[in-house]
């Protein structure tokens, strides 16, 4: 099947309900691993035993921003193409975004906790990424409020392209200024400071996570195509009633 | 470091882990159930788009094949 084939919704559900159990098997197994790795990963020299809840931090950092490019991406192809699919992607991205972002927030603060002294400081990382999670908020509830779907994307979309100005300084933030949330220290100019033996495990679960990022997005595609076809069908039984 | 004195913290981390990730595959799972019950009761009142055939119209269809 090429892949403009799926542009039609018909289509992407044959692909989405025959490609879903096989992701969601990956998924389970990249898991079982990933997990099993960082468990036996040693204590950082640093931050001790807590470098276990960085396995949980930084893939949920890099999906909740990956979550918010897919949606801006979505909504180039609202806009410009006006492509129904895109819509889709798009609003079936927000909620799994949002929860990952939670998650590297709440994680983040029980990690600052035992090393900060604090679960929270106003520094220009920690307040970015609420930022992002409050965008994320925002748009779910501009889907739930606006009745018509495609008014409804027309507008989340323009909201995800101007919130997508977050994304840089989420990832900046840490030169830009001065904070107490470390700099880089995975992707970076002259390599990672991390040792392979954290590095290693790290990688495979922010794998499992994106692993899983796909399935749940595949999957809450497939519900939002459903439920158009679900609205189509009540709004055509309406008509044929009056 | 005291990997004893943070474990509260390593555990709270994997119990928000599970947690979230739990109520999203969740929401997904029974999202599709109530979207495929009420996509079936809709076919089941003979509400159909026109690009799809009916279930019932399917069966006579299939029915008619066998015959």
């Known amino acids: 099947m090429a892949i403009a084939d799926l542009a039609n919704p018909t289509r992407f559900l044959k692909f989405a309900n025959r490609t879903i159990p096989w992701l969601s098997g990956l998924t389970v197994i990249v898991f079982a691993y990933g997990i099993d790795q960082a468990m036996l990963a040693p204590d950082d020299y640093q931050q001790g035993a807590t470098v276990k809840i960085m396995f949980l931090h930084v893939p949920s950092a890099w999906l909740g921003m990956l979550g918010w490019g897919l949606m801006s991406v979505a909504a180039l192809g609202t806009l410009v193409w006006r492509h129904p699919l895109a819509d889709v992607a798009a609003k079936a991205a927000a909620p799994i975004g949002a929860a990952f972002t939670l998650l590297c927030l709440v994680t983040g603060s029980l990690w600052g906790r035992p090393e900060w002294g604090t679960y929270w400081v106003w520094d220009a990382r920690l307040t970015s990424e609420l930022v992002l999670l409050l965008l994320y908020l925002g748009v779910i509830a501009l889907w739930r409020t606006v009745e018509d779907p495609s008014r409804a994307a027309r507008a989340a979309a323009i909201l995800s392209l101007v919130g997508a100005i977050d994304l840089p300084i989420i990832k900046f933030s840490v030169d830009w200024w001065n904070t107490l949330h470390q700099g880089s220290s995975v992707f970076r100019v002259g390599g990672s400071t991390i040792d392979s033996s954290i590095l290693i495990p790290l990688f495979i679960m922010a794998a499992a996570f994106t692993l899983l990022f796909f399935t749940l997005h595949l999957a809450a595609m497939r519900n939002e195509i459903l439920r158009r076809r679900v609205r189509t069908l009540r709004l055509m039984q309406a008509t044929a009633v009056s | ?67």
Do not use: C
């Open chain 2, 1 to 67: 470091m005291n990997a004893v004195n943070h474990m509260g913290f390593i555990v709270a981390s994997y119990a928000t882990a599970i947690a979230v990730v739990g109520a999203l595959v969740a929401w997904v799972t029974l999202d599709y159930r109530a979207q495929r019950v009420r996509l079936a009761d809709l076919e089941m009142r003979g509400v159909t788009r026109r690009s799809t055939p009916a279930q019932s119209e399917r069966t006579i269809e299939q029915a008619k094949e066998k015959a």
